[in-house]
C-alpha cells in the first residue's frame, strides 16, 4: 500500500493564479481531511470530508475548496493564491471508526 | 470554543534526561486524545488515549489522560537524540469529525 500520496511536494506560485494540491489514498478510508501548517499554529484543519460527495468546512477554509468524487481522492483547490497561503500542505485520512490520521508527506506552497 | 494547548513550546535536554510534555484542553466531546511525533516530514501516529487513568507504553515513551483535570502528559525517559521532534497532540471532536490539534512541544536532545 503506497498509504497516502500527495503532489506536488513544492510549488511556487504568483499572486493570483490558482493550482489544485493533489491527494489519494488506498486504504479504502471514509475520512479524509486537509490541514495548513504554520510555524508556531500547530495543524489547523482546512476541510474535511467523512465519504464521496459529502465535504465540510474546518476550521480555515477561505480561500480554498474541495471535493470528494471518489473515496480515494480529495484534491484541495487554490482559486486564486494569496501570499498568505504560504504554507505547508497535509493531508490525511482515517476510517471513521478509528482514531488514528495517516498523513500524506505534505506540499510546501510558496506564494509570491 | 474548544482549545488544545501544549506546554512547553520548546525544550532543550541532554541524551539521558527525562521529559514531560503536557496538554491541556477545553474540548466539550471527544473520541480519543491522540499523540503525534513529527520530524521533518508528516506526523506519525505515537498513542491513543481514551480511558483516564490507564497509562499506554511503548519503549521509552509512556503517556497518560486524565479526564478530570482535562490533560494529558507524553514521558519520555532515557532521551536520545531521534527523540529531537515536534510533539503534537489532538483529540477527535464527537459528532463532527473535526480533528483540533495543539500547537506542539518542540524537543531537542542534545548528544
Known amino acids: 500500500n503506497a498509504g497516502v500520496t500527495q503532489t506536488p511536494k513544492f510549488q511556487v506560485l504568483k499572486t493570483g493564479q490558482s493550482m489544485t494540491l493533489q491527494c489519494a489514498q488506498d486504504?479504502?478510508?471514509?475520512?479524509m481531511s486537509w490541514y495548513r501548517q504554520d510555524p508556531g499554529m500547530g495543524l489547523r484543519l482546512i476541510h474535511y470530508?467523512?465519504?464521496?460527495?459529502?465535504?465540510d468546512q474546518g476550521e480555515v477554509p477561505n480561500g480554498y475548496n474541495v471535493s470528494r468524487s471518489t473515496t480515494e481522492d480529495f484534491p484541495l483547490r487554490l482559486l486564486s493564491a494569496a501570499p498568505s497561503q504560504t504554507s505547508v500542505y497535509f493531508c490525511?485520512?482515517?476510517?471513521?471508526?478509528?482514531?488514528?490520521?495517516?498523513f500524506g508527506p505534505g506540499t510546501r506552497l510558496l506564494v509570491l | 470554543e474548544d482549545k488544545v494547548v501544549q506546554s512547553p513550546l520548546s525544550l532543550v535536554v541532554h541524551e539521558g534526561d527525562t521529559v514531560t510534555l503536557n496538554c491541556s484542553y477545553e474540548?466539550?466531546?471527544?473520541?480519543?486524545l491522540l499523540w503525534y511525533k513529527q520530524e521533518k516530514k508528516a506526523p506519525t501516529f505515537l498513542f491513543m488515549l481514551?480511558?483516564?487513568?490507564i497509562e499506554k507504553k511503548s519503549g521509552r515513551l509512556s503517556s497518560i489522560l486524565d479526564k478530570k483535570e482535562l490533560f494529558s502528559i507524553l514521558n519520555i525517559t532515557a532521551t536520545q537524540t531521534g527523540d529531537s521532534a515536534v510533539y503534537l497532540c489532538?483529540?477527535?471532536?464527537?459528532?463532527?469529525?473535526?480533528?483540533?490539534f495543539g500547537t506542539g512541544t518542540r524537543l531537542k536532545v542534545l548528544a
Open positions: 489532538a483529540l477527535p471532536t464527537s459528532g463532527t469529525y473535526k480533528y483540533i
Open positions: 486504504m479504502n478510508h471514509e475520512y
Open positions: 474540548v466539550t466531546n471527544f473520541r480519543s
Open positions: 490525511a485520512s482515517s476510517s471513521l471508526s478509528g482514531e488514528t490520521q495517516y
Open positions: 470530508s467523512v465519504g464521496a460527495g459529502i465535504t
Open positions: 481514551t480511558s483516564s487513568g
